[in-house]
């Protein structure tokens, strides 16, 4: 229990300074964050667990070696290197990946880029407003899992004890409301990027 409150950055310390169970306690901690991410883009388990698996390697590889010097970033680190081991999986395969709206990825995640022009920011910032007006169309139960999820980044456990349905309804809820997101877009004909 006390692992919850031992920051990121002193865990791959300790793995560093020959820690085994520091590293197993980093992987349990943003295991379903990273391999969400993955599947996400990939949707197959099997290429999915590789590339996860993949991606803890070279995680392993960086640490052992002593390059690792995103003081404090730890899974934004790691999550780019996924990212980068899936674009090399869709240059090999040579398939581009579609990009879906999930319970674990947002389109915002790929689109929110420190280099973003002025232009592009308010391109972002518009479509931000544009998506929380199609969600106020959406039913109540499916418009509250949906913010519970993407806006306040909770998990599916958190969402299902807050309004009191099971973890699967809140899923058949998020999963709803991402359908009928992509009914009102479609119906409207609205393009929510530039």
């Not at 999930?102 to 544009?130: A, P």
């Not at 998506?131 to 169309?137: G, H, M, Y």
């Amino acid at each position: 229990m006390a692992d919850l409150h031992i920051p990121d950055a002193l865990l791959v310390k300790n793995y560093v300074e020959g820690n085994e169970n520091a590293l197993a306690t980093l992987i349990k901690r943003h295991e379903s964050k990273i391999y969400g991410f993955i599947y996400s883009k990939i949707a197959d388990r099997d290429i999915s667990n590789d590339i996860f698996q993949d991606t803890f390697i070279k995680v392993i590889k960086t640490l052992k070696s002593n390059s690792y010097n995103e003081e404090g970033k730890f899974l934004p680190w790691v999550m780019r290197i996924s990212h980068n081991l899936i674009v090399d999986h869709f240059r090999k395969t040579k398939k581009m990946p579609m990009y879906r709206e999930t319970e674990e990825f947002s389109i915002f995640s790929i689109m929110s880029d420190d280099s973003l022009t002025i232009e592009g920011k308010m391109i972002v910032d518009q479509v931000e407003v544009d998506l929380k007006k199609l969600i106020e169309e959406l039913p109540q139960d499916q418009k509250e899992v949906l913010v519970m999820r993407m806006y306040q980044d909770m998990s599916f456990k958190e969402i299902s004890e807050l309004t009191g349905v099971s973890i699967n309804t809140a899923l058949g809820r998020m999963r709803y409301a991402l359908m009928n997101l992509r009914k009102i877009i479609d119906k409207h004909q609205i393009i929510l990027t530039n």
